[in-house]
Structure formats: structure tokens, C-alpha cells
């Protein structure tokens, strides 16, 4: 079935259908550090009438504090850390989940906001943004050293990524037996400013891919591991449940992956040319402009 414009008919049926509203952050409810028109008195709105607010985002550049710390900085102070699933949080459970050995340690290329659940979760990360300047020496007789005891590599978002970190993260898969190799996602670009998009995760973890020869466990969407922990933590079926996204091959596909109801906003990466292109195999329940339609909606008779 093609995409359906969220109008004032469908509207009402689509939210009486739903108690728990999921919602992406980049390109949904800010672009870089900008907040979208009209966000705050929609999430106020939804709260009012009862829906659980959860926030899903595959950006691992943050730990869900400080997820928290930049909603309250836009003027969202109701968000807490609870409603927040980061694909960062989601790595470390995945670790967690598996009975990760607490003797094993993990390397990260990505942001502090990994380092800091894995921390949380009780486990020892190296790498990270300290490696950011970091070189490689190719120097005739060296050998490039790297801990034994990785038994895990977690590839996220990196604005500082270098040779030194693919070198030690291909080493660690490569000839650590056993060692994991987990992609937070596989996002081609973000919305890192408010101006435009820059390269997302997927480049870090394709370069990984080719140099260690393995694909990856992805945590964040479309892959739906976040979703055990969202169906224990509200209770809520997942066809009682709306995807909110701007991106197809990431928020829609996860939403429909786990069963829920999807809803695209134009807002962020996707084009209505794109979405209803005659190639696109990705198609949602309904598209809108923006979440604040969602108010609009609600109040038109």
C-alpha cells in the first residue's frame, strides 16, 4: 500500500492506535543544535493525552546523560534519561546481553557517549577520542602493538577518525580470537549542523568492513535489538507502538522490522520526491511534513 498523507481523517485513527510514540532525534526534533519549529508543544501535547515519549537515535556520539543534557539545553527539560535508547546505549547492552567477559576489553572507534555506557555497563573501553591524534607509523622492522585482550570492537560516529584506529581496530578483529565487531549503525549521512548533512557511521564502519574482511553486528536500527528493552520497559505491543523518523532505510525499516506503525517527516533526510520514487522499496504507513503537524492535526475539528 502507498504512503498515506497524515490528514485530519487519518489522524484520529492513527493516535487512537498508538500508546507509545518512538521518535528519532536528528532530523526529527533538532538539526545539529537547532530545534525544529513547534517540537516542544507537540511532545507537551502527547504527554498531556497519555502516550509514552521514547527517543530512539542511532548518533552514538553521546551516552543517554548526555542525550539528556542536550534536550534540556533546547528547552525540552521533561525529557529524562529513561526515555532515551542511544545506539551507544545499545552496544553496551548488546555486550551485556551476551555475557560479555568483564576480563575482556573493548575498543571504540566513536565518541565519548559509548566509552561512557560501556562504563556504565561495567566494562573497560580503550580508544576513543583519545586516539583522535594519534599516528601510524610505517616504519621498516616496527610492529604496531595492540592489547590482546579486546574482545570486542564498537564502531560508531567519528569526526576524528585515522589510520591509527582502523590499524588497531583491524588488528583487534583480525587476530584476537573470537573478538566481536559491533557497528552502533550504518546511517550513510546525519544532520551534524543545521545547515547540512556530513557522512555518517556507515563510512567508519565500511572502512573496517574492508579492511578486516567481516561484516558487522549492527545494534542500532533497522536491526531491532533496542526493541526487547522498549517492550519491558513500557509494556507496550509493538502494534500499539508509532515509529517517527526521517530516514527510510533506518527508522521506517526498524518500525516496520519490529511490527510498529510508521510515520516519515519530511523534516530531515527525505525528500517526498524520494520517498514516493517508483524505486523506493521502503514505503511507510503515513509521511507528514514535520512532527508539529501532529498539533495541528489534533486541533482540527
Given at each position: 500500500?502507498?504512503?498515506?498523507?497524515?490528514?485530519?481523517?487519518?489522524?484520529?485513527?492513527l493516535f487512537n492506535?498508538?500508546?507509545?510514540?518512538?521518535?528519532?532525534?536528528?532530523?526529527?526534533?533538532?538539526?545539529?543544535?537547532?530545534?525544529?519549529?513547534?517540537v516542544s508543544q507537540?511532545?507537551?501535547?502527547?504527554?498531556?493525552?497519555?502516550?509514552?515519549?521514547?527517543?530512539?537515535?542511532?548518533?552514538?556520539?553521546?551516552?543517554?546523560?548526555?542525550?539528556?543534557?542536550?534536550?534540556?539545553?533546547?528547552?525540552?527539560?521533561?525529557?529524562?534519561?529513561?526515555?532515551?535508547?542511544?545506539?551507544?546505549?545499545?552496544?553496551?547492552?548488546?555486550?551485556?546481553?551476551?555475557?560479555?567477559?568483564?576480563?575482556?576489553?573493548?575498543?571504540?572507534?566513536?565518541?565519548?557517549?559509548?566509552?561512557?555506557?560501556?562504563?556504565?555497563?561495567?566494562?573497560?573501553?580503550?580508544?576513543?577520542?583519545?586516539?583522535?591524534?594519534?599516528?601510524?607509523?610505517?616504519?621498516?622492522?616496527?610492529?604496531?602493538?595492540?592489547?590482546?585482550?579486546?574482545?570486542?570492537?564498537?564502531v560508531g560516529l567519528?569526526?576524528?577518525?585515522?589510520?591509527?584506529?582502523?590499524?588497531?581496530?583491524?588488528?583487534?578483529?583480525?587476530?584476537?580470537?573470537?573478538?566481536?565487531?559491533?557497528?552502533?549503525?550504518?546511517?550513510?549521512?546525519?544532520?551534524?549542523?543545521?545547515?547540512?548533512?556530513?557522512?555518517?557511521?556507515?563510512?567508519?564502519?565500511?572502512?573496517?568492513?574492508?579492511?578486516?574482511?567481516?561484516?558487522?553486528?549492527?545494534?542500532?536500527?533497522?536491526?531491532?535489538?533496542?526493541?526487547?528493552?522498549?517492550?519491558?520497559?513500557?509494556?507496550?505491543?509493538?502494534?500499539?507502538?508509532?515509529?517517527?523518523?526521517?530516514?527510510?532505510?533506518?527508522?521506517?525499516?526498524?518500525?516496520?522490522?519490529?511490527?510498529?506503525?510508521?510515520?516519515?517527516?519530511?523534516?530531515?533526510?527525505?525528500?517526498?520526491?524520494?520517498?514516493?520514487?517508483?524505486?523506493?522499496?521502503?514505503?511507510?504507513?503515513?509521511?507528514?511534513?514535520?512532527?508539529?503537524?501532529?498539533?495541528?492535526?489534533?486541533?482540527?475539528?
Amino acid at each position: 500500500m502507498a504512503p498515506k498523507l497524515l490528514s485530519s481523517t487519518n489522524f484520529k485513527s492513527l493516535f487512537n492506535s498508538v500508546d507509545t510514540f518512538l521518535f528519532d532525534c536528528d532530523g526529527v526534533i533538532w538539526k545539529g543544535d537547532t530545534l525544529i519549529d513547534g517540537v516542544s508543544q507537540t511532545l507537551d501535547l502527547l504527554r498531556s493525552k497519555g502516550k509514552n515519549i521514547v527517543f530512539v537515535t542511532n548518533n552514538s556520539m553521546k551516552s543517554r546523560r548526555q542525550y539528556a543534557e542536550k534536550f534540556r539545553s533546547l528547552g525540552l527539560a521533561s525529557v529524562t534519561q529513561d526515555e532515551i535508547f542511544s545506539s551507544s546505549f545499545a552496544a553496551a547492552m548488546y555486550l551485556k546481553a551476551n555475557n560479555f567477559p568483564k576480563d575482556k576489553k573493548v575498543y571504540v572507534i566513536g565518541g565519548e557517549g559509548v566509552l561512557e555506557e560501556l562504563q556504565l555497563a561495567g566494562f573497560t573501553g580503550l580508544g576513543g577520542p583519545e586516539d583522535g591524534e594519534k599516528k601510524a607509523q610505517w616504519k621498516s622492522n616496527s610492529l604496531f602493538q595492540h592489547d590482546k585482550t579486546v574482545g570486542a570492537v564498537v564502531v560508531g560516529l567519528d569526526p576524528n577518525i585515522n589510520y591509527y584506529k582502523l590499524q588497531y581496530g583491524t588488528l583487534c578483529v583480525r587476530e584476537n580470537p573470537g573478538c566481536l565487531f559491533i557497528a552502533t549503525n550504518r546511517d550513510a549521512v546525519g544532520h551534524m549542523t543545521d545547515l547540512q548533512e556530513w557522512p555518517g557511521a556507515g563510512c567508519m564502519v565500511a572502512a573496517m568492513c574492508g579492511s578486516t574482511e567481516k561484516e558487522p553486528i549492527v545494534v542500532g536500527k533497522p536491526a531491532t535489538f533496542m526493541m526487547d528493552f522498549l517492550i519491558q520497559k513500557f509494556g507496550t505491543e509493538t502494534s500499539r507502538m508509532c515509529m517517527v523518523g526521517d530516514r527510510l532505510d533506518t527508522d521506517v525499516l526498524f518500525g516496520q522490522n519490529a511490527g510498529c506503525k510508521t510515520l516519515l517527516v519530511l523534516s530531515g533526510c527525505t525528500s517526498e520526491s524520494n520517498l514516493l520514487d517508483e524505486n523506493n522499496k521502503i514505503e511507510p504507513d503515513y509521511y507528514t511534513s514535520m512532527v508539529s503537524d501532529i498539533t495541528k492535526l489534533m486541533d482540527s475539528p
